[in-house]
């Protein structure tokens, strides 16, 4: 096989990194992952869920229309989670319908929290919140294919490498908040968006290409550029897109699970899921009100963003802990200074390790 895997850990949490031909290495993925990604799997909050909607009349039609519209515009990846699946020995479409569950218009129940600065140094800070019984499969994986940049994903075994804070080899470093969208347009997944944002180069590259490849479901991105400097967050959600670019002025920026900038933005509440949707939106709201009134000392650091987001749980704080009614907690939190091209990594026990962007997405040694 054309591929290999090597493995080691850091902060604590593993790390994969798959080198080789795109379909041997996903091939050799999901057999190395295999275990993780049938845990990963059995245990999603959604799956019953999912399952139910896309036995309905609705659910097949909207299903059906995304999945059409997703195979027709990236082949490639689709083929990627295809031989995942094979690797892994799980059904292809139970991976595909997974990998789809922000786009058809039902309840997802993913989390996460990105804050953004740009001033003498930038910043991109990741919450990456989930189910905690999906702590210690939750891992980084970098991807080393043939013809591609190198990528460097935090990864949920069975997804697309794609949904989660992302660094690529030519610099670019985003975070990627779930955004609920009850009336999702047939245009594709949103996971298979985001994995073809991983080839660009620039931030105006990234801009481009998000407001050109729709998605029928919703996500936030706060994006940097540690070439440039430049930081922004861009909501897709539906075929709309809203970009916020941060001037160099000593500015914080923000976002959670809600839209927030789009003028006219797609319905997040939906008849059948109305209840869940709202304690979504409600938990997303009461996040947001907490960094709304931060006010952030003259030039922050990484000390500062990491109080931030791992220092106290709402109302004090956005931290998740899976306490009370909250479903999610906190699996890992990243700190990037876009300025001196450095990463802290701290998972979901406190463990934590700094190294540099091109150490996380270069060639083991």
Not at 174 to 191: D, F, L, S
Not at 194 to 215: E, F, H, K, M, V
Request: net charge negative; proline share 6%; charged share 20%.
């Amino acid at each position: 096989m054309n591929a290999h895997i090597d493995e080691t850990t850091i902060a604590g949490l593993r790390w994969l990194v798959v080198t080789g031909e795109r379909n041997a290495a996903f091939t050799l993925l999901g057999e190395y992952a295999r275990e993780s990604i049938t845990a990963v799997q059995s245990k999603m909050p959604e799956r019953e869920g999912l399952q139910s909607f896309t036995r309905s009349d609705r659910g097949r039609r909207i299903l059906a229309d995304v999945v059409a519209a997703t195979t027709h515009a990236y082949p490639r990846y689709t083929e990627e989670l295809r031989a995942l699946a094979t690797g892994a020995t799980v059904p292809y479409e139970d991976l595909l319908l997974a990998n789809l569950r922000g786009d058809i218009g039902i309840g997802d129940g993913t989390g996460c929290t990105d804050l953004a600065w740009r001033g003498t140094q930038s910043f991109v800070a990741h919450n990456e919140d989930g189910a905690p019984a999906l702590d210690g499969h939750f891992m980084l994986l970098t991807l080393r294919i043939e013809g591609d940049l190198p990528v460097t994903v935090q990864w949920y075994p069975g997804f697309l490498p794609a949904n989660t804070l992302t660094v690529n080899g030519a610099g670019l470093v985003w975070g990627i908040n779930h955004i609920q969208v009850t009336t999702p347009i047939a245009a594709p997944g949103r996971h298979f968006v985001a994995r073809g944002l991983q080839q660009c180069t620039t931030l105006t590259d990234a801009i481009d290409y998000l407001r050109s490849n729709p998605s029928a479901g919703g996500f936030a991105y706060t994006l940097g550029d540690t070439r440039s400097g430049r930081v922004a967050v861009v909501e897709a959600a539906a075929g709309q897109v809203a970009v916020r670019e941060l001037p160099p002025d000593n500015v914080f920026e923000w976002h959670t699970n809600h839209i927030r900038f789009m003028p006219n933005p797609p319905d997040q509440a939906a008849a059948g899921t109305a209840t869940a949707n709202l304690g979504q939106r409600e938990e997303s709201l009461a996040r947001g009100q907490v960094l709304d009134s931060l006010v952030p000392v003259l030039e922050p650091d990484v000390d500062w963003f990491t109080q931030v987001l791992t220092g106290s749980p709402v109302p004090t704080g956005v931290h998740r802990t899976a306490a009370g009614t909250d479903p999610l907690t906190t699996l890992c939190t990243t700190v990037t200074n876009l300025t001196d091209r450095t990463i802290l990594i701290r998972n979901h026990h406190g463990t934590t390790a700094t190294l540099t962007l091109t150490e996380l997405t270069a060639e083991p040694h």
